[in-house]
């Protein structure tokens, strides 16, 4: 599913915007940055993933030049469903990052930085026949069933990477470049950084 029709069908599951929210900056949310060393998932459009050390800052696309965008009414609507969950692992498939939480939702965040979300089960389910075969499918669901019994220390995921330490959403932050956008999720002890290529596809996450 793409970014598009994502945010279609979203609109059209939820009363938007709902009458006690208010126009908002997510930027205002956050909290201080919290230096320390980090590891990235790196995604390609057919999901080769792996984990890459990110400590250096060298390694980071440093000759992009981001800037902060205004988020769309949709994302502020999604921002504020997420915040003060906490996000226990992701996955990266087709072209989109998609981010389990607590509640037992997926918080999708796509290329373009648009956002989705929904039920995991509804979710994985919808996921295009080129971005997850239905074995895929069952694999994923079975990771989501771990990390929300388990935590962290869930063993055995065959799709989702586990959250490093606890990130309760306390804040979002939205970047763009002409290639790219650039993600932030504050949390309270650990942040989530997405990167995205809108050239090639490429989808990186990392946490600290």
């Known amino acids: 599913m793409n970014s598009k029709a994502a945010v279609a069908q979203f609109q059209s599951a ?36 792996y984990n890459v050390d990110m400590s250096n800052d060298a390694a980071r696309s440093s000759t992009e030049i981001y800037s ?12 504020a469903h997420v915040l003060g969950t906490t996000v226990l692992g992701w996955v990266v498939a087709g072209e989109a990052a998609h981010f389990l939480l607590d509640i037992g939702f997926l918080w999708t965040i796509y290329l373009d930085g648009e956002m989705n979300l929904l039920p995991q089960g509804v979710a994985i389910a919808e996921l295009d026949s080129d971005e997850a075969t239905g074995a895929d499918k069952t694999e994923m669901a079975f990771d989501t069933e771990l990390l929300l019994s388990e935590g962290y220390d869930a063993r055995g995921l065959k799709w989702f990477t586990p959250a490093r330490t606890e990130c309760l959403v306390t804040g979002v932050e939205v970047f763009g470049s002409n290639t790219g956008r650039r993600l932030i999720i504050r949390g309270e002890t650990a942040n989530i950084e997405i990167e995205t290529s809108l050239t090639d596809g490429v989808i990186m996450v990392s946490s600290n």
């Open 14 to 49: 939820h009363s938007f915007p709902p009458a006690e929210l208010k126009k908002h900056d997510p930027r205002s949310h956050t909290k201080p940055h919290e230096e320390g060393p980090s590891f990235v998932t790196v995604c390609y459009p057919v999901s080769a993933a």
């Open 68 to 79: 902060p965008l205004e988020t769309s009414t949709h994302q502020d609507h999604v921002i």
